[in-house]
């Protein structure tokens, strides 16, 4: 028993630092801060485009936004000689929109999926890669950011105590 134990919490610690690493994989903006981070795995880094804002409805406390995202595209051979992707050559791949309601009273987002349906974001959810989808609370962030100039989410952190946003993102707005 204290063998399995032990297992567990090597592979905790083994997955919470590769987890903290990977966050600083990717460069943090792109285009001279125009694109930023919202998510990154196996060597493709999504990128907002603040430039691209579109406010679709503004009556407080509710309000849509949509964004435009990009695929960024890392070398594969940049990383495996530098353990990082920042610095590295890149190229910019497809691109598509995100569509987001907020309300500011509730501090809820709905994202419209590729369906075209709209669906609730859960705060209390982790929305970890293991989980869920990361990319979503940190886009809306920087489309109301990028709309507003402030933050929709702010500190605010989940049931679990994680917070909302990812701290780089806050770094690059």
Do not use: C
Not at 74 to 86: H, K, L, V
């Amino acid at each position: 028993m204290k063998n399995l134990l032990k297992i567990f919490l090597a592979a905790m610690l083994i997955f919470f630092s590769s987890t903290a690493f990977a966050e600083n994989m990717y460069p943090e903006t792109l285009d001279n801060g125009n694109l930023i981070l919202v998510d990154g795995g196996m060597g493709v880094g999504r990128y907002a485009d603040r430039q691209s804002v579109e406010v679709l409805n503004y009556a407080p406390p509710f309000y849509q936004i949509s964004i435009e995202l990009f695929s960024v595209i890392f070398s594969d051979e940049y990383f495996r000689q530098n353990d990082t992707y920042i610095g590295g050559p890149y190229k910019i791949g497809d691109s598509y929109t995100m569509d987001f309601r907020y309300n500011w009273d509730t501090k809820t987002i709905f994202s419209k999926n590729y369906e075209g349906i709209w669906k609730n974001w859960d705060i209390n959810h982790s929305y970890s890669h293991a989980e869920g989808n990361p990319l979503i609370p940190n886009a809306a962030e920087v489309a109301f950011f990028a709309a507003y100039n402030m933050r929709f989410f702010g500190n605010m952190r989940n049931a679990e105590g994680y917070s909302v946003v990812s701290d780089s993102v806050y770094n690059s707005l």
